[in-house]
Every structure is written in C-alpha cells, then in structure tokens.
C-alpha cells in the first residue's frame, strides 16, 4: 500500500515538474515543442495553434469560401457535377473551423507525415527580431514568426494555405456564375 502511495505521489510531482519546466509557447521552442507533441501524440489539430496567424486566417477563409460553394452546389447545380464537386469541398467545407481544415489539407498532403518524419530535438535556435529559425537534432530548418499574442507560428505551410484560400475564392466566383448559368438555362433563357 505505501508503494502504491509513494508512486502515485512521485508521478504527480513528475508531471508538476515536467509541466513547469516545459518552455513556455512564446518562445519558439515553446511553440516548437507543442507541435512535436501534438504530432507524436497524434492529435495534429493542436498544431494549429501554433500556426502563423496568416495560415489560420487562410484556413478559415477556405472553410468559409467552401462552405458557401457548397450550399450553392447543393441548391442549383445539376448531377452528377452536385456529388462530385460536393465530395471534393466535404473535408473543407463541412467542419467545424479552421483547425479542421489544416488537419484535412495536412492530411491529404501529407504534411503530417512529413512532420513526423523530420521532427527531432532542437539542436539550436536563430532569434532575429518577429521571425526565428529552429534547427533540429536532424538538420531540418523550421520558421517561425511571432504573432501578435506572443506565440510563435510556424510558417512551414502558409503558402500553401494562402495559396489554398485564393483558389478557394476563386472557386467560389466561378460556381456563382455557373450556377446563374444552370438556373437560366432551366428556365429555359439564353445565356447573356
């Protein structure tokens, strides 16, 4: 009974000590840490909170533009173009919020695959001014940027979001128009 004790009370003092003693996400090994456990617990929307504000921003903006194709698609397009263009917005356009849609694309793309397979340990830290390079045990190179609540992001995949968010857009625009154009010709009127 006292060993059970004893252990019980020596892995609550670990976990106080490990907690405290874990840098803080306002710095960038911080922030950097947080990914690596996310990534090895496998729990990689816990990353997105330690993306630059740009690539979070893109994200919800995919979410929007997808969500609001996606329910013109359902009302005017005809099939089979409804199911197969509903099918591709599914994994963007039928969550929650931005941290699902990183986790959809850093699926699909495989950069969580990639993430597992180059983090390591922090080998050494370049701070210069908002921006910060790590580089790991394993001579991969991460950037961050620190964001105007004080976490560090990291901007790894930020174009590809941004870059996501204007196809996104895009797609919305030309969807609209398609959809007049399918509503015109059931009514039976020319195309302008």
Request: aromatic share 10%; proline share 4%; glycine share 8%.
């Amino acid at each position: 009974m006292f060993m059970a004790g004893l252990a019980i009370v020596l892995g609550g003092a670990f976990a106080v000590y490990s907690h405290l003693s874990f840098p803080k996400d306002t710095t960038p090994e911080g922030a950097y840490a947080r990914i690596v456990l996310a990534i090895a617990k496998g729990n990689p929307r816990d990353c997105f909170a330690y993306l630059e504000t740009q690539a979070q921003w893109a994200s919800y903006t995919i979410r929007d533009y997808r969500t609001k194709a996606a329910a013109i698609v359902g009302r005017d397009y005809p099939e089979p173009e409804k199911s197969a263009l509903l099918a591709s917005y599914r994994g963007q356009a039928d969550v929650p919020d931005g941290a699902d849609v990183w986790v959809s694309l850093a699926q699909s793309r495989g950069w969580i695959a990639r993430l597992r397979k180059d983090l390591s340990g922090t080998k050494r830290i370049e701070v210069a001014g908002e921006r910060a390079t790590i580089e790991t045990a394993r001579g991969t190179r991460y950037a961050f940027r620190r964001r105007d609540n004080g976490i560090w992001g990291l901007t790894t995949f930020t174009a590809d979001l941004v870059a996501e968010a204007e196809k996104a857009a895009r797609d919305f625009e030309m969807v609209t128009k398609s959809a007049r154009d399918y509503e015109r010709a059931r009514a039976g009127s020319p195309s302008p």
